[in-house]
């Protein structure tokens, strides 16, 4: 089992940008996949973006294409979201998990507790 921890969520105002940042331990098997997933109230989880245990392949959600990017480091074990120019209507809970492969469904196989980000308009 995987354990991952977010942070770096926070109020900003439209337009700026923040930096999400996973932390993960534990041990993960074969060709494992993280991924970047948000949550408003009311709304169903929304993939943003997936990055393979190599770094080599990545896919992302049609609303968050071109404003957001998901990177990790060469140790593996943090994995990061870059979001830019952020509108009011990216406020939710923010999460990140792992999986064993490319998916856009919300059925990874662990999942962090999340981290809050507030746009302001």
């Known amino acids: 089992q995987v354990q991952l921890t977010e942070s770096g969520g926070r109020l900003v105002q439209a337009g700026d940008s923040l930096r999400l940042t996973c932390a993960t331990s534990?041990?993960?098997?074969?060709?494992?996949?993280w991924g970047w997933f948000r949550q408003a109230p009311g709304k169903e989880r929304e993939f943003l973006a997936a990055i393979d245990w190599r770094g080599a392949t990545t896919d992302y959600g049609d609303s968050v294409r071109g404003r957001f990017t998901i990177s990790k480091d060469n140790w593996k074990t943090m994995i990061f979201l870059q979001m830019n120019h952020l509108k009011p209507e990216d406020t939710a809970t923010y999460y990140c998990?792992?999986?064993?492969?490319?998916?856009?469904?919300?059925?990874?196989?662990?999942w962090g507790q999340g981290t809050q980000v507030t746009v302001s308009s």
């Open positions: 998990a792992v999986n064993s492969g490319f998916s856009r469904k919300p059925e990874y196989n662990d």
């Open positions: 534990g041990t993960v098997y074969g060709n494992y996949v």
